[in-house]
T-cell receptor, first 113, second 112 residues
Framework: NAGVTQTPKFQVLKTGQSMTLQCAQD?????MYWYRQDPGMGLRLIYY???????DKGEVPNGYNVSRLNKREFSLRLESAAPSQTSVYFC????????????FGPGTRLLVL | DAKTTQPNSMESNEEEPVHLPCNHS???????IHWYRQLPSQGPEYVIH???SNVNNRMASLAIAEDRKSSTLILHRATLRDAAVYYC?????????????FGKGTRLHILP
């Protein structure tokens, strides 16, 4: 039972390049989330998926797209990376009931030059 | 979304109790109060949650005000390992849309 896994752990991009951050969970959770965390700041919600086949915008969705490929996987795509997207990206998942715990992945550190 | 307010930072001495406050004056009747913490260079981890009654677990205690408009996370005997950012968030509610929003949290410094 690996929990929530994220790949890659670290990535450097040039402005304008694209990339996809991968996230997978093996806890059979319905809901999955992508957050970003800038240095010294709290987490901000980018997108979330309440169930397979659905996605919704969070607080800061601009510049990102997501895909809920199946129940296990939720990917985040940057189509044209900008320096403002330099951040640490965390994926998380949670079961279907409101009192359940949210589990986080180890994070992906992204540097856009 | 119901919001929470926490102090930006707090300090405590090692081996002393720590009380971390959180205000959530717009909480709805079905919102659960969750606390998470984030150690340096790690993702957040669950600490404790509650609805109306006070809660205890091996990590901490959660004291919830009678009107539920505030709560306090209590670390009974702080260690250096407890230095982290602590987030108080509300999950659930009558209009639950599955968003889970984190604020800026409280950065807890532990002095040796």
């Amino acid at each position: 039972n690996a929990g929530v896994t994220q790949t890659p752990k670290f990535q450097v991009l040039k402005t304008g390049q694209s990339m996809t951050l991968q996230c997978a969970q093996d806890m059979n959770h319905n809901s999955m989330y992508w957050y970003r965390q800038d240095p010294g700041m709290g987490l901000r919600l980018i997108y979330y998926s309440a169930s397979e086949g659905t996605t919704d915008k969070g607080e800061v969705p601009n510049g990102y797209n997501v895909s809920r490929l199946n129940k296990r996987e939720f990917s985040l795509r940057l189509e044209s990376a900008a320096p403002s997207q330099t951040s640490v990206y965390f994926c998380a998942s949670v079961g279907g009931r409101v009192w359940e715990t949210q589990y986080f992945g180890p994070g992906t550190r992204l540097l856009v030059l | 979304d119901a919001k929470t307010t926490q102090p930006n930072s707090m300090e405590s001495n090692e081996e002393e109790p720590v009380h971390l406050p959180c205000n959530h004056s717009t909480i709805s009747g079905t919102d659960y109060i969750h606390w998470y913490r984030q150690l340096p260079s790690q993702g957040p981890e669950y600490v404790i949650h509650g609805l109306t009654s006070n809660v205890n677990n091996r990590m901490a205690s959660l004291a919830i005000a009678e009107d539920r408009k505030s709560s306090t996370l209590i670390l009974h005997r702080a260690t250096l390992r407890d230095a982290a950012v602590y987030y108080c968030i509300l999950i659930g509610g009558a209009n639950r849309d599955d968003k889970i929003i984190f604020g800026k949290g409280t950065r807890l410094h532990i002095l040796p």
